[in-house]
């Protein structure tokens, strides 16, 4: 195909999209090279002067051009000038690509647009319906912005031990249990690449009045392929969140906040609440690769994530060919999933009789290293650009780490703790939790406390306990065999769980 005709063949797909051809653009990425190749006297920060004061190590390691391109809010030309700047419009173009009315970009992840989310949604006093596995991030927020939690539980693989996702018919009665609450916030994708029936979950808002929030921080890639999911709010959600460096090539850390067209209200207290979130000096390198993620997914992203969902199609074709291995997405009979992203692979290794733990660290071995392993099962991350040669690869690789077999005893699967979170309203508010005095205790006198921290195995940082929350007999048990299984506590005052911190 000659450029031109390449050209003639992308227009289209904008137009047919209904986007503005300036998609091929990134007019901000575009500004900050422009700055860096005039090559001006910099008097201003980032100290390092466009790399001159850097350390020779870090310039060796990354090379000069980030260095030039690293530069401070507020040049003209940048984001400071006659309207929209270059600035300005990426984050326009951004909002047309996810079918947004505002994107904001951000510069500490999806965990800051939850920060943000809860500030505006959930001040002190009020009520909002969250999806008990939802991101510890925003339990964080309810502690900032003083909102109590009630929670809808999702559905739950006892066997697995894995949380799936929150159903209409499960978002509608936690709301009718919870008529205070004016907004409710749910995950889909889940960490496991389970995806909501959301256009339900938007009927059943807008039927009982509520502002939907969908943290897609998963599905950043979503709706930029005919077979992928649709972007949350194109099928009608208020509020979305995507972690564009998960899935969509953004850098690490970089993320996008979005409200729906046409939502002034929710548009204005989400922009009040970003001013307080956001750093006066956040990194043009994770803004523009915000910019160029955007950009390479309207022009070349059907393309691209075509060729590696069938990577990946391969892949789990080949996993599901090793003695023990069962792909989740394909083994699945549950009926509150609505759909699957192709680009997470969740194999239950059950059947091989060897812990996912030990699994896991023969792959790592082997250089190939996996997201994270629960008790049952592995989760693969599948990148952009990943070849089929290199998911042959990873076959051959898991392939080989099983056929070592069971081996030594600490390779020999646990059994799966239950379900360990209760629905509904903690006793107090997770601020009243977090910020009021504690006390620490040991762990056999934590029971029916209330605990002052939230801990989660991390990854995925879904915690199973919340401040504000009692503690029970089986939320120990499930933290204790997450522990045994090799997974981090995150947030736990004791890693090793000796002693917990609870209020007085
Ligand atoms: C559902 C969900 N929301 C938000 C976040 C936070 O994202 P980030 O790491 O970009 O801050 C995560 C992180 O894994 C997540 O799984």
Redesign the pocket.
């Known amino acids: 195909m000659t450029v031109e005709t390449g050209l003639t063949a992308l227009f289209s797909a904008l137009d047919s999209a209904r986007l503005s051809a300036d998609q091929i653009d990134a007019p901000y990425l575009s500004a900050l090279i422009g700055y860096s190749d005039r090559n001006p006297q910099r008097l201003h920060v980032p100290g390092h002067g466009g790399g001159a004061g850097a350390d020779p190590i870090l310039v060796g390691a990354i090379g000069p051009s980030p260095l030039r391109l690293d530069v401070p809010q507020d040049l003209d030309g940048v984001d400071l000038g006659p309207s929209p700047t270059p600035y300005e419009r990426a984050e326009e173009l951004a909002a047309e690509a996810y079918g947004a009315g505002r994107t904001w970009f951000l510069t500490?992840?999806?965990?800051?647009g939850?920060h943000v989310i809860c500030l505006a949604l959930a001040p002190s006093g009020t009520r909002v319906v969250v999806q008990r596995n939802?991101?510890g991030?925003v339990f964080d927020g309810l502690v900032l912005s003083g909102g109590s939690p009630y929670s809808v539980l999702p559905g739950y693989d006892d066997a697995l031990g894995i949380a799936t996702v929150v159903t209409p018919d499960r978002l509608r009665a936690a709301l009718r249990a919870c008529p205070a609450a004016r907004a409710a916030m749910i995950?889909s994708p889940?960490?496991f690449g389970m995806v909501a029936d959301v256009a339900g979950c938007v009927e059943v808002a807008a039927e009982l009045g509520v502002t939907l929030v969908v943290?897609c921080?998963?599905g950043a890639h979503f709706g930029f392929r005919t077979d992928l999911p649709q972007t949350p709010l194109r099928l009608g959600a208020d509020i979305a969140?995507t972690?564009t460096?998960?899935h969509a090539g953004s850098m690490g850390?970089s993320?996008m906040l979005h409200v729906a067209p046409g939502r002034e209200e929710l548009r204005g207290a989400l922009g009040r609440s970003m001013r307080l979130m956001r750093s006066t000096s956040p990194s043009s390198l994770l803004l523009a690769s915000l910019d160029a993620a955007r950009r390479q997914l309207v022009v070349r992203g059907s393309q691209l994530l075509g060729d590696v969902i069938a990577a990946a199609g391969r892949l789990r074709d080949r996993i599901e060919q090793i003695p023990g291995c069962e792909v989740l997405d394909r083994s699945w009979s549950g009926s509150d999933v609505a759909a699957w992203d192709p680009l997470r692979i969740v194999v239950d290794v059950r059947g091989t009789g060897i812990s996912a733990e030990a699994i896991t660290a023969r792959l790592r071995r082997r250089d190939v290293v996996p997201e994270f392993h629960t008790q049952t099962s592995i989760v693969l991350v599948i990148p952009l650009g990943l070849t089929p040669a290199a998911a042959e690869g990873v076959a051959d690789a898991l392939g080989a780490a099983v056929a070592e077999g069971p081996g030594r005893v600490e390779a020999k699967q646990s059994p799966v703790a239950g379900i360990p979170a209760t629905g509904g309203a903690p006793p107090i508010s997770p601020r009243e939790a977090f910020l009021g005095t504690h006390e620490v205790v040991a762990r056999e006198a934590a029971v029916g406390r209330l605990s002052a921290e939230a801990i989660s195995a991390y990854?995925?940082?879904i915690p199973t306990l919340l401040p504000g929350e009692k503690i029970t007999a089986e939320a120990l048990e499930h933290l204790l065999s997450l522990h045994a299984a090799g997974l981090r506590l995150h947030g736990a005052s004791d890693p090793e769980l000796r002693t917990l911190l609870v209020t007085r």
């Open positions: 500490n992840g999806a965990s800051q939850n939802c991101h991030s995950v889940t960490y943290d921080a998963w969140l972690s460096h998960k850390q993320a990854p995925p940082g």
